[in-house]
């Protein structure tokens, strides 16, 4: 068992809730394309830009996330004498932890954030072919 001092519980908990902010903007910006969606406007310039913000929540998510991982496990561990973990020992230098779930929020923020950004160009092209015409 791990004696974890109360501040640093409280730093570990804050750590872990920080991906927390960006998932919720992600879901209230794929929230707003469904709903403009269903009430048959698809290529518009708000939903352009839902889908170009939502993209980028899910990328703040993944970094947050990421970030968190790589500060919290070594900062657990060091509260522990024992700890056997590789990443404390000093002869070795410092890894990184990165989770298959974290890369693939990142793939997928990125194809999002690039979705919405290919048909705000669309929208941008749309608008010169009709002052031309």
């Given at each position: 068992?791990?004696?974890?001092?109360?501040?640093?519980?409280?730093?570990?908990?804050?750590?872990?809730?920080?991906?927390l902010?960006?998932?919720?903007?992600?879901?209230?910006?794929g929230?707003?394309?469904?709903a403009?969606?269903?009430?048959?406007?698809y290529f518009?310039?708000?939903?352009?830009?839902s889908?170009?913000r939502?993209?980028?929540?899910?990328i703040?998510?993944?970094?947050?996330?990421?970030?968190?991982?790589n500060?919290m496990?070594?900062?657990?561990?060091?509260?522990?004498?024992m700890?056997?973990?590789?990443?404390?020992?000093?002869?070795?230098?410092?890894?990184?932890?990165?989770?298959?779930t974290?890369?693939?929020?990142?793939?997928?923020?990125?194809?999002?954030w690039?979705?919405g950004w290919?048909?705000?160009?669309?929208?941008?092209?749309?608008?010169?072919?009709?002052?031309i015409v």
């Amino acid at each position: 068992m791990i004696e974890i001092p109360r501040s640093s519980q409280i730093f570990i908990a804050i750590l872990d809730m920080l991906p927390l902010v960006p998932s919720l903007c992600a879901l209230y910006f794929g929230a707003r394309v469904m709903a403009d969606f269903r009430s048959g406007r698809y290529f518009t310039v708000t939903v352009t830009r839902s889908m170009s913000r939502g993209g980028l929540s899910v990328i703040a998510l993944a970094v947050l996330k990421l970030l968190s991982l790589n500060l919290m496990i070594p900062y657990v561990f060091s509260h522990d004498p024992m700890a056997d973990m590789p990443i404390l020992m000093a002869e070795t230098p410092i890894k990184f932890i990165i989770d298959p779930t974290i890369a693939g929020f990142l793939l997928a923020g990125v194809m999002i954030w690039i979705i919405g950004w290919v048909l705000t160009q669309a929208l941008v092209l749309k608008a010169e072919n009709e002052s031309i015409v």
